[in-house]
C-alpha cells in the first residue's frame, strides 16, 4: 500500500537537486520536510502547492531544499498536491478529477488519501512548538501580490510583510482550508504571489520565503506592518451557477455569460455602478452570496437585456480570467477598503503552547 504522505527529517534529499518536474515525479505524492535550524526549540511551516495549478508554492519550496539557506529556526516545509500538478499538461489542474480540492479537506472525516495525508500533516505539526504558519498559493487571473487573512492583527500583518503590505481579509463560511484550521494555533497568513505561470510570481514567492524562514522573528516590524497596510475586506463570492457556461471573449462564442478577455486587470481598483461586467444569453445569471451563504445577487448586479451590470461601486479581487476555474471556484470576490485599525492579537509573538496545538490535531 502507498502512503499518502511522505516524510523527511534531516538534510533534504538528494533528489531535490533534481529539476522541478523530475522532483516532484519522484516524490509521487505529498511531502513534508523537516529541516533542521538555529534554534532548534523554535518551528516555522511553510506550505505550498496545495492546488496543482498553483506552481508558485512548488517552486519556492523546492529551490529552499535545492540550496537551503541557514534557517534561523526548524523548518517544515511541506508540498501538497503533487499528482495534480504533474497530471498533463502540468501545473495546469488545481485537483484531479476523481479528488476533492487539497485545500478543502483540512476538517472532517478521514475517508480518502488527500484527507489522511492531511490528517498526518496536522499531526506532525501538533508534536512541534510552532511560531507562525505561512501557505502560498497563485491566482488564475492577473492579481499584485497580496495576503489573504482570517483576522488583521498586527502580528499577521507582520508575518505577511516578508512579501507584502497588501491584505484581503476572509470571514464567514468555512472551507475547511489549511489556514482555516492552522491559523487557530499559531499566526498564520496565505500569500496569493500573483499570477500562476508568471516567473516573477515564483520568484516572490521564494524572496518572501527565504526572508520569513532566515530572519531571527518571523514578523517583520509590527508598527510599520500596520501603518503601511492597505487593507480590504470580502464581503461578497460571485459564482457562475449549475449548467451555466461561461467564456472569456470579444466575440459572441455561444456561452451563456460571456466577459472581455483582461478584464481581471481590474482587480483592487473601482468599478463603476452602472459598468458593463458581461453580456448573457437568455436568463443566465451570476451568483453573489455574502460571507454567511446568504444571497446578496440583487445588492450588486442588474440582470438587463443580454448585459450584466453593476449596481454599485466595487472593488474586485482575486478576479479570473479563465472559465475553467471560474466554474470550479468563483468568478471574483467583492472587496471594500477597511481602516488601518488592528484586532487584538489571539497568541502572543512566540509560539503556541503545545497542549492546544494537540487538541486541534486529534
Known amino acids: 500500500m502507498i502512503e499518502p504522505l511522505r516524510i523527511f527529517k534531516g538534510a533534504p534529499p538528494q533528489q531535490a537537486q533534481l529539476p522541478l518536474a523530475e522532483f516532484l515525479t519522484w516524490l509521487g505524492r505529498p511531502a513534508l520536510f523537516h529541516l533542521p535550524g538555529q534554534d532548534r526549540s523554535r518551528c516555522r511551516v511553510l506550505v505550498g502547492g496545495l492546488h496543482g495549478n498553483e506552481p508558485s508554492g512548488f517552486f519556492a519550496v523546492h529551490a529552499l531544499l535545492k540550496d ?14 503533487v499528482p495534480a500538478a504533474l497530471w498533463p499538461p502540468g501545473f495546469y489542474h488545481r485537483f484531479l478529477p476523481h479528488e476533492e480540492d487539497m485545500n478543502r479537506v483540512w476538517a472532517g472525516g478521514l475517508h480518502t488519501a488527500q484527507r489522511i495525508a492531511a490528517a498526518e500533516i496536522l499531526r506532525y505539526l501538533a508534536r512541534h512548538r510552532l511560531e507562525a504558519v505561512v501557505d502560498l498559493h497563485n491566482n488564475t487571473g492577473f492579481n499584485p501580490i497580496y495576503t489573504v487573512l482570517l483576522r488583521h492583527t498586527a502580528t499577521r500583518l507582520a ?16 472551507l475547511s482550508s489549511f489556514m482555516e484550521v492552522a491559523d487557530k494555533f499559531c499566526p498564520g497568513v496565505v500569500i496569493e504571489c500573483g499570477q500562476a505561470g508568471d516567473p516573477e510570481a515564483d520568484l516572490r514567492a521564494y524572496e518572501g520565503a527565504l526572508r520569513y524562514l532566515t530572519a531571527p ?31 472569456f471573449s470579444i466575440e459572441d462564442v455561444g456561452a451563456d455569460i460571456t466577459v472581455r478577455p483582461g478584464i481581471d486587470r481590474h482587480n483592487f481598483e473601482v468599478l463603476r455602478a452602472g459598468a458593463q461586467l458581461a453580456k448573457r444569453r437568455g436568463k ?5 452570496t455574502d460571507n454567511f451563504g446568504r444571497e446578496v445577487t440583487n445588492d450588486f448586479f442588474e440582470h438587463g437585456d443580454g448585459t450584466i451590470s453593476l449596481k454599485r461601486d466595487l472593488i474586485p479581487v482575486m478576479m479570473t480570467n479563465h472559465g475553467r476555474a471560474a466554474k470550479s471556484d468563483c468568478l471574483l470576490y467583492v472587496a471594500e477598503r477597511v481602516e488601518r485599525e488592528t484586532e487584538p492579537d489571539d497568541h502572543p509573538a512566540t509560539s503556541a503552547p503545545h497542549g492546544r496545538v494537540a487538541r486541534w490535531a486529534r
Not at 217 to 232: D, K, S, T
Open 159 to 174: 508575518l505577511a510583510r516578508h512579501w507584502t503590505h497588501r491584505h484581503v481579509r476572509y470571514e464567514g463560511v468555512s
Open 68 to 81: 537551503p539557506p541557514e534557517l534561523a529556526t526548524d523548518a517544515i516545509l511541506v508540498i501538497g498536491n
Open 217 to 247: 522573528r518571523p514578523w517583520l516590524n509590527e508598527r510599520a506592518a500596520v501603518e503601511e497596510a492597505a487593507i480590504y475586506r470580502c464581503v461578497a463570492r460571485v459564482t457562475v451557477p449549475g449548467e451555466t457556461t461561461i467564456e
Open 284 to 288: 443566465a445569471r451570476l451568483l453573489a
